[in-house]
Each structure stands twice: as C-alpha cells, then as structure tokens.
C-alpha cells in the first residue's frame, strides 16, 4: 500500500457520460497531480494541485476538470466521455511540488 | 513538449546481463531525476533517485549514472533478473515545476 488511495478501481461507463474519479493523497502530503496512461502508453501529465491551489497544467481536455478540496482529496471529473478516454488514470501526491512523488494503484476507466 | 526523452522503447536482456536505459533532458533547472517500475497494471513505483550533486548512485543491483554537462542520465540493472521485467520510467522535476516523464521502457529479462 503507497498510501495514495484511488477509487473506485474500475470503472466502465458509455460514452457521453460524466464521471468523477476520487484521490486521497499520502498523510502530509500537499501536491496531488493526475496522470492519464493509455495501454501500452506513458504517462501524461494532466494536472497538478498544491493545498487546494491549481499549479499546473499539463494536456488536459477541456472536458476534464479537477479540484483539490481543504481536506487535500482531489476529484479528477471527466465529461462527455469519449471511447478514446478509456485508459489508466493514476493520482500521486508528494509533499513539495516537483519532489518525491508517491503513485496510487489507478481507476481504470473503459468508455463503451 | 517532450521534455524528457527516453530510450530505447523496449529492451531484451538474458538473465544475468546488464540493462541500460537513457534519458535525456533539456531544462536546466531540473534538479531531482527519479525512476520509475511498473508491473502491469499496478502504478509506477520510485525505485532510485539522484540529484546532480553526484555523478553515480548506487542501490544494490540498481545504478544510475548522470552527467549533469551533457544533461543525460542512465539506469543500469546489473544481473538482471526475469522478476525486473517490467516499464522503466525515467523523469525529472525541479522545485516548483511538475514532475516530467519519459515515454517509458519495456524490460523484459529472459530466463
């Protein structure tokens, strides 16, 4: 167990849809970021949260959004869900932006 | 923009030789260059990190090499094992900046 809890695990959805995708970051940890991997693809940066502040931006849709709540949980909500969207999202938090960052085990999302 | 590039895509190594997989890097004030492994379907794992203060880190059979001049790091596995058969990712961050990845190594090590 990392310590950075995704859920739920699995998620299969059709398109046109809306979800939201849930990350409990590791104890003390401020930085939350957001990846999107597709199979056999690496990791795309999508959005990086520092205590409850937007910090970066990465290649993130417009139909994607995120927040960061005063507890430090984030919520990755992804809209109008394309077949293409289907992939492995992964949260990691760290407690410094840019430093040591810690994975969770990943929502994986198939849009049908 | 790709602001780490790794290599090669996918490797092959015998049980017992060395693996190497490079990164590159073009922005300066990235000072905090980690590897990544990870098993299918689970999430990357830190493996070993290194700050350009030193030229070689070293963790058992885990070493990575940098060279801060011409800003390109290495991992090497040495006696490579079939259980090291996995995605290899390199990437680099500096304070404040979000961390950037390579596009990742398939490792597989034959028995």
């Known amino acids: 167990d990392s310590g950075v809890t995704q859920t739920p695990k699995h998620l299969i959805t059709a398109t046109g849809q809306r979800v939201t995708l849930r990350c409990s970051p590791r104890s003390g940890d401020l930085s939350v970021y957001w990846y999107q991997q597709s199979l056999d693809q690496g990791l795309q940066f999508l959005i990086q949260y520092y205590n409850g502040e937007e910090r970066a931006k990465g290649n993130i849709l417009e139909r994607f959004s995120a927040q960061q709540f005063p507890d430090l949980h984030s919520e990755l909500n992804l809209s109008s869900l394309e077949l293409g969207d289907s992939a492995l999202y992964f949260c990691a938090s760290s407690e410094n932006p840019g430093g040591e960052s810690t994975f969770g085990s990943g929502t994986r999302l198939t849009v049908v | 923009q790709q602001q780490v590039k790794q290599s090669p895509q996918s490797l092959i190594v015998q049980k017992g030789g060395i693996s190497i997989i490079n990164c590159a890097y073009e922005?300066?004030?990235?000072?905090?260059f980690p590897w990544y492994q990870q098993f299918p379907g689970k999430g990357p794992a830190l493996l070993i990190a290194i700050r350009p203060d030193v030229s070689e880190k070293k963790e058992g059979r885990f070493t990575i090499s940098f060279n801060k001049s011409a800003k390109q790091f290495s991992l090497h596995i040495m006696d490579s094992q079939p259980g090291d058969s996995a995605t290899y990712f390199c990437?680099?961050?500096?304070?404040?900046?979000?961390?950037?990845f390579g596009a990742g190594t398939r490792l597989t090590v034959k028995p």
């Open positions: 990437a680099a961050s500096g304070l404040g900046n979000d961390m950037r």
């Open positions: 922005n300066t004030a990235f000072d905090y």
